[in-house]
């Protein structure tokens, strides 16, 4: 399988020659070799199936397990893979390339029964924006909800909503978004949320420690900014620090692991180009903007996020794993000192595209398929 070869020295070397203004020391960011797909090394099992293009998936502490249909609709699947009528109390989403998006368990859930639901939520006058709510989940409906984050502003469109939710180690939320597609320039303008991931406390209100608090005219709740459509986000076990994976134009779908208060150049500078082929912004380097860790071109498409921690796969212990959606397939990352030494892609037979990636309690990775006729499956050693 091919592995990235390409020495820091090199890359630094080559940043010089594309820099515009001044030299990253660190170089461009590494290429996916584009591996072809392995076929028959797992086994697959459908867990559910008759989901309406699900896109969020997360486990209940039972082993049941929550599941985000677009249209939005929240459902529980049981361990036998009894999908439950759609609970009520789910907030109106708007539609388009948003809906109804990520869900996640509130840190202290086993004795809160709260949950998090991200979603495209309609403003006025045909205006969307990314929103968060905050519920208490019960068996067939969400009591006390209560939207907690409203991205600003609110603009026209269907597109680029992002989102996913992650906590981090003090329970502090991250929040992805994307820049809404015909507003990238405001990813660049602390004075709006698009373009921007946002970190929050559990009940909607600002860490005092976020990046821009002190700064006039910023707007508080931003913890990096400088993205396009981030729509897959994980916290990495081992160290606590978020790692996110975000679309690309033509080109360019980038891993990161935003830092606070640090830009990453969307659309500044991007590995990719528009979808008619022009160059995006300045070129692919510029002082000041970080370089991803590594970025696709052709694109995968990515959506949903887990780092391994199981021991059903051993030897993938400490990997990133990445659903693709135009790649069709799940993508495996092998991180060594931060960077990627190898990537593997598997189930392209399988001919779906991939929304989100979750490890299940029993060790397995567990998927949902973006179609009208989506699935829940399971992921299992050949033997």
């Known amino acids: 399988m091919d592995s ?13 020659a594309l820099a515009i203004v001044g030299c990253d020391p660190r170089g461009p960011a590494p290429r996916s070799p584009n591996p072809k797909p392995i076929t028959g ?4 099992d459908t867990v559910a199936r008759g989901l309406s293009f699900p896109w969020g998936l997360e486990f209940l502490p039972d082993g049941r397990m929550l599941v985000t249909e677009r249209a939005g609709r929240l459902r529980i699947i ?11 109390g789910i907030p109106e989403v708007s539609h388009g390339q948003g809906g109804l998006l990520d869900v996640a368990l509130d840190p202290a859930f086993a004795t809160n029964h709260i949950i998090y639901l991200s979603f495209a939520e309609p403003g006025p006058d045909g205006t969307a924006g990314t929103s968060v709510a905050r519920a208490r989940l019960g068996d067939a409906a969400l009591d006390s909800v209560r939207v907690i984050y409203q991205q600003q502003p609110k603009v026209k469109g269907g597109n680029h909503f992002g989102s996913r939710i992650a906590f981090a180690r003090d329970s502090t939320m991250w929040i992805t978004q994307g820049e809404r597609f015909a507003y990238r320039e405001q990813a660049q303008d602390l004075g709006s949320d698009l373009g921007k991931i946002v970190r ?9 420690d976020n990046p821009f ?7 508080p709740e931003i913890w990096s900014y400088g993205h396009r459509n981030v729509q897959a986000a994980a916290m990495d076990p081992a160290t606590g620090q978020l790692w996110t994976v975000e679309h690309g134009a033509k080109g360019g779908d980038e891993l990161n692991h935003p830092e606070a208060g640090k830009n990453y150049g969307w659309p500044v500078i991007s590995y990719g180009r528009n979808y008619d082929g022009s160059s995006i912004g300045e070129g692919a380097v510029k002082a000041g903007m970080e370089q991803p860790v590594y ?14 921690t199981g021991d059903k796969f051993p030897e993938w212990k400490g990997n990133i794993f990445v659903g693709g959606l135009a790649s069709q397939a799940l993508v495996r990352l092998v991180i060594e000192n931060g960077v990627v030494v190898k990537e593997e892609r598997y ?6 595209r991939i929304r989100d990636v979750r490890q299940g309690a029993d ?21």
């Open 4 to 16: 990235i070869s390409r020495s820091r020295p090199a890359r630094a070397l080559a940043a010089c």
């Open 41 to 44: 090394a797992v086994r697959v």
């Open 78 to 88: 049981d361990r036998d893979g009894a999908v439950s009528a759609p609970l009520s």
């Open 200 to 208: 929050l406390n559990r009940d909607g209100s600002v860490p005092r």
């Open 213 to 219: 608090v002190s700064r006039a005219g910023a707007r």
């Open 295 to 308: 970025y696709w071109d052709p694109v995968i498409a990515p959506s949903g996020m887990v780092f391994y």
């Open 347 to 352: 189930l392209h037979e399988l001919h779906e």
């Open 363 to 383: 060790g397995y990775l567990y998927l949902t398929t973006d179609s009208e006729n989506g699935r829940v499956l399971r992921v299992r050693p050949l033997h």
